[in-house]
């Protein structure tokens, strides 16, 4: 296992809060009502995404090395 993965986070705003999505991690999104919220969802989003794909020995998709 590596690791230190790196993957680009997508922020879109609109009037009713964050999304948050991975293009390289499809289905893994997230949401926040403020910037801090939603750095500290996407972490989490990533983080749990991150490890699930690990326990289930399923590889990385996308990863940049």
Do not use: Q
Not at 30 to 59: I, K, Q
């Amino acid at each position: 296992m590596k690791d230190v993965y790196t993957f680009p986070a997508i922020f879109d705003y609109a009037d009713d809060g964050i999304s948050i999505s991975f293009p390289d991690l499809p289905g893994c999104l997230s949401c926040a009502d403020d910037n801090d919220a939603a750095v500290y969802m996407a972490t989490d989003a990533l983080s749990f995404r991150l490890y699930a794909d690990e326990l289930d020995n399923d590889p990385i998709p996308g990863s940049l090395k």
